[in-house]
């Protein structure tokens, strides 16, 4: 047992989600990462046109199924490649790519009803955008919630409006607001992702961010690094020399702060992100991925610190 930081029984100094699925199922858990061909209202026109200047064709959505497959090919196709891995997994159905609540409730409903009637679905996790969570889908996600162990992830990225605006978000903070409370008024979980890194954002801002998202009752987050892919705006933008990718020990530091500012039971599903090493520009010591998260565990221990030791409420 770790007796530095109570959520942990690894020595780990921040709140795993591995950690959090082996006591919350008492099984290995993973993730099945599904594209279900929604689209955004920032690339359909309704709000904006192109989508986030970071975002790849596949919106965020990579390393999800084939959207031209149904959900039950892509379902047993990426589990099939997991399973070797952990044969006696559960699993929770992710709808990762683009905006998963940006259609009518009768698609919505079919999609996520039939995932879990899949052999071993235990939950489901639904990426999504806090203005895309109208009071009739957040009652429907209710009723889920009821049924299923239902996480929804708001993508954020940064708490500052003209971010939003320079990477053509096309929703404000208090858009955010608004959708994370619908949410958590009917006791949804939510888990909200940030990115570091991106145009124009010093570190003081990116603390800031969290710092926000600490005031609030979110059950997990997200920390991510930009990536700059080939074939996006923000591509461009680099090439322009408009803005500089962070260094691994400027991620490091900047991330370790942020966990120190967070509450200790918040879960940290991500601390790095992953990115196709055919598409990535930069930076490129973010594909050694274990390198990063050990470089964190090592800040950690070099301070002496843990999640949530600066964390204050209020």
């Not at 029984?9 to 709140?15: L, Q």
């Not at 800031?208 to 600490?214: G, K, M, N, P």
């Not at 470089?295 to 301070?303: A, N, P």
């Amino acid at each position: 047992m770790n007796h530095i930081f109570p959520f942990s029984d690894d020595n780990k100094r921040y709140h795993t989600w591995n950690y959090h699925l082996r006591h919350q199922f008492h099984s290995k858990v993973f993730k099945v990462s599904l594209n279900a061909g929604f689209t955004c209202p920032n690339i359909d026109g309704s709000k904006g046109v192109g989508g986030c200047t970071y975002c790849s064709d596949a919106g965020s959505g990579d390393f999800a199924g084939n959207p031209q497959q149904s959900l039950a090919v892509q379902f047993d196709t990426i589990k099939e490649k997991l399973h070797q891995k952990w044969p006696q997994a559960k699993y929770i159905a992710y709808f990762q790519a683009h905006t998963n609540t940006y259609a009518p409730l009768a698609v919505l409903k079919q999609c996520y009803e039939q995932v879990l009637q899949f052999d071993n679905v235990v939950g489901l996790s639904i990426a999504t955008r806090a203005d895309c969570i109208t009071e009739e889908i957040a009652d429907y996600l209710a009723q889920l919630s009821q049924k299923t162990y239902l996480i929804v992830e708001l993508g954020l990225q940064s708490y500052f409006d003209k971010t939003g605006e320079r990477i053509n978000r096309c929703h404000t903070y208090a858009d955010f607001l608004q959708g994370y409370e619908r949410l958590r008024q009917r006791n949804i979980l939510v888990c909200v992702h940030i990115i570091n890194g991106l145009p124009g954002e010093t570190p003081k801002m990116m603390l800031e961010t969290v710092r926000q998202l600490s005031q609030l009752e979110i059950h997990c987050i997200k920390i991510h690094l930009l990536h700059v892919l080939k074939h996006t705006k923000i591509a461009k933008q680099l090439q322009q020399k408009q803005f500089d990718l962070l260094t691994l020990e400027e991620y490091v530091k900047i991330v370790c702060d942020q966990l120190e500012l967070l509450p200790p039971e918040v879960i940290i599903q991500r601390i790095t992100g992953d990115a196709d090493k055919e598409k990535l520009i930069g930076p490129l010591w973010s594909l050694k991925k274990f390198v990063v998260m050990n470089e964190i565990d090592k800040e950690l221990v070099r301070r002496n610190s843990f999640q949530g030791i600066h964390y204050q409420k209020g």
